[in-house]
T-cell receptor
Framework: QQPVQSPQAVILREGEDAVINCSSS?????VHWYRQKHGEAPVFLMI?????EQKGHEKISASFNEKKQQSSLYLTASQLSYSGTYFC??????????FGAGTRLTVKP | NAGVTQTPKFQVLKTGQSMTLQCAQD?????MYWYRQDPGMGLRLIYY???????DKGEVPNGYNVSRLNKREFSLRLESAAPSQTSVYFC???????????FGNGTRLTVT
């Protein structure tokens, strides 16, 4: 089952902050976050594991609420390079990685 | 270090034709995946292979078959292409479960 992302799109000015949410109807083993630029492949940002371990990007943070089956990605002091589509991916207890429909982030000067 | 290599990059097929999309990774990863990406739909899992010798269906497997030829290679076959299979196809690999996915550059497939 695909996770649900919100918002679908967000427009920021450089330096502003954004939060992207991801939720699932099933118990999760891990949550992944990826960013995709137009015409390119998705690129890994972060993994949050059940039990609290977090691996990822130095300028982006995220949270994982296992009980609520939700994750949020926090982008602070956004830069023009942050523009792209952000996807969350969720795993249950197998290798079956499902992605949300994406959140399109546009950062303007 | 090439990472994940997909071939071809572009392909146009006529309805009913068959073809195989190739994917190879040189990172000694155990798990490999095939996704399709349609506008507004995100990435949808077609098939995955948790380890060499195993394959499992994802959320949209109908019309596709896969082969995990060895640890490096994971191919996706369309036996009888349909216009609904027009999409961008991404192959990905990961070292283990809960490791980052590394994506290839994609194959743009058009079925007329």
């Amino acid at each position: 089952q695909q996770p649900v992302q919100s918002p679908q799109a967000v427009i920021l000015r450089e330096g502003e902050d954004a939060v992207i949410n991801c939720s699932s109807s099933k118990a999760l083993y891990s949550v992944h976050w990826y960013r995709q630029k137009h015409g390119e492949a998705p690129v890994f940002l972060m993994i949050l594991l059940k039990g609290g371990e977090q691996k990822g990007h130095e300028k982006i943070s995220a949270s994982f609420n296992e009980k609520k089956q939700q994750s949020s990605l926090y982008l602070t002091a956004s830069q023009l390079s942050y523009s792209g589509t952000y996807f969350c991916g969720t795993e249950e207890d197998n290798n079956d990685m499902r992605f949300g429909a994406g959140t399109r982030l546009t950062v303007k000067p | 270090n090439a990472g994940v290599t997909q071939t071809p990059k572009f392909q146009v097929l006529k309805t009913g034709q068959s073809m195989t999309l190739q994917c190879a990774q040189d990172m000694n990863h155990n798990s490999m995946y095939w996704y399709r990406q349609d506008p507004g739909m995100g990435l949808r899992l077609i098939y995955y292979s948790a380890s060499e010798g195993t394959t499992d269906k994802g959320e949209v497997p109908n019309g596709y078959n896969v082969s995990r030829l060895n640890k490096r290679e994971f191919s996706l076959r369309l036996e009888s292409a349909a216009p609904s299979q027009t999409s961008v196809y991404f192959c990905a690999s990961s070292e283990f479960q809960n490791s980052p996915l590394h994506f290839g550059n994609g194959t743009r497939l058009t079925v007329t």
